[in-house]
């Protein structure tokens, strides 16, 4: 038991050590090593109607990042003012703030290395006549005001967001065995 414990110690104080510090596993990152980050993905609801969601998940789940919360809501409207803060002097707000409390959306928050930015170059340009084939607006909307899906635009604004959208016990830190891992380099 003494052997075995002294075992741990000096494996815990080798891994610990300056050289090894790549093998430290960060806790509520699934094991990478890798920086990770997480941002808020809410599938609009035209993407719900639309029956988009699954495709959404699909794609952010190849792409290699991990789901951490996910629910569907009726965005109240204390929520949509909060989180399009922004654009309130817009003469198309009202209209946005109308379409986004027109039926459920369902807001995610997704975890993985650069995936704030990552996941903006997915949804593609805000603009649907702009967005690329390949983007999930260029594949699946043609005008800027139904277009399917929304992504946090920076680490900060993804920060407020998730707190706007989740309360913390809502995110889970799970352990994925090695899947996630094998999306980094060694
Ligand atoms: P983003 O969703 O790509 O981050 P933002 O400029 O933050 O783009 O605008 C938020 C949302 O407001 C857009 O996704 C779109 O639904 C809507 N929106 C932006 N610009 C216009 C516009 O010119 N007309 C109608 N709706 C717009
Ligand atoms: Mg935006």
């Known amino acids: 038991m003494g052997c075995q414990f002294r075992r741990v110690a000096a494996l815990r104080a080798l891994l610990c050590g300056p050289r090894f510090q790549c093998l430290l596993v960060r ?3 699934g094991g990478s090593p890798w920086p990770q980050e997480r941002t808020l993905v809410a599938v ?13 998940i699909q ?35 009202p209209a946005l703030i109308s379409y986004m409390s027109s039926g459920p959306v369902v807001a995610m928050v997704w975890e993985g290395h650069n995936v ?10 805000t603009d649907s006549t702009e967005a ?27 920060q407020r ?7 913390s016990n809502e995110l889970l830190s799970w352990a994925d065995g090695g899947h996630h891992s094998s999306c980094y380099p060694a």
């Open 59 to 93: 794609r952010f789940e190849r792409r290699g990042f991990k789901l951490v919360g996910m629910k569907m809501l009726q965005a109240p409207e204390s929520i949509l003012a909060e989180h399009y803060r922004d654009l309130r002097r817009k003469p198309f707000y």
């Open 27 to 29: 806790p509520n990152s």
């Open 132 to 158: 690329a084939p390949g983007t999930i607006r260029g594949d699946f909307s043609v005008h800027i005001s139904r277009n399917v899906i929304h992504a946090s635009d920076s680490v900060d604004g993804a």
């Open 161 to 167: 967001e998730i707190e706007l959208w989740f309360q």
């Open 116 to 125: 704030v930015h990552i996941s903006r170059a997915m949804i593609g340009h």
């Open 44 to 56: 609009k609801p035209d993407g719900v109607q639309r029956r988009l969601v699954g495709t959404v």
